[in-house]
């Protein structure tokens, strides 16, 4: 099936928000790291600007700058709204308020943007849609990332998951997943169902966050080989 920009919700985050999320340390960050569905965060760009080795995946990034830009804006207004109807779900520590929400995310978004082009002529923003195969070979990567997307999208379904953590698990070492709930920070089968199919080859751990933005998600899954 075609992917459509519409159907996507771009909101992406900063490196301080990966750090927290993936407990990433000096020796991770010193690493070759993917990240798949990184979307409009900013991570990528704000990592090589300080000499660090970042390739993301999205199917975004079949779409140009303006149409990406385009979508972007068309969903802040929208997700504004929905935020400012459930600010209880959500905890306000680290960003205080909506205005401060709003000011991050569009920061980071912009950030990518202005790194977007460059990026990609650079290989380090990659047209890719999981769980399709990748031209790596086994091993290529130190760490394979999945922020808000794997675990928390429940409809792809599990056999979607499985092939996704087994075609990242191939091409990196170990890989991170954050956080472990669905999207309405429920806990879910899906999350025990798919660490009952991997700690039967693989090391399995899951770990707490110091970062808990939607109350609730403040556990990182961590798959190693
Ligand atoms: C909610 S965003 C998260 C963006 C970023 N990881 C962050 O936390 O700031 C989810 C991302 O998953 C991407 N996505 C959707 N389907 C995908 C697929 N099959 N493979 C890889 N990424 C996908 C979307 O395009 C979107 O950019």
Known sequence: MAFKLN????????????????????SDLSGKIAGFGDGPACFNCEMTEKGGSVTSFDPIYQFSKADIEKRIEEVRVIVMQQMSENMDNYVWKNIKNLDELE????????????????????GRYIFHKLPNRLVYEDNYFDIG???????????LGY???IASMTEMLRVCKEIRIFPIVDLDA?????TQKVIDYFKKDFKVE?????????KGENKLLIIRK
Do not use: C
């Open 7 to 26: 159907s996507v919700v771009p909101w992406g985050r900063n490196m301080e928000e990966y750090k927290l999320m993936f407990r990433l340390n000096e």
């Open 103 to 122: 000011f991050t995310r569009m920061s980071a978004m912009r950030k990518f943007l202005s790194d977007y082009e460059k990026g990609k002529a650079e």
């Open 145 to 155: 990332l999945s922020s808000h997307f794997l675990l928390m999208y429940t409809s």
């Open 159 to 161: 056999d979607f998951h």
């Open 186 to 190: 429920n806990k879910t089968d899906l």
């Open 206 to 214: 899951i770990v707490k966050t110091e970062y808990e933005f939607q």
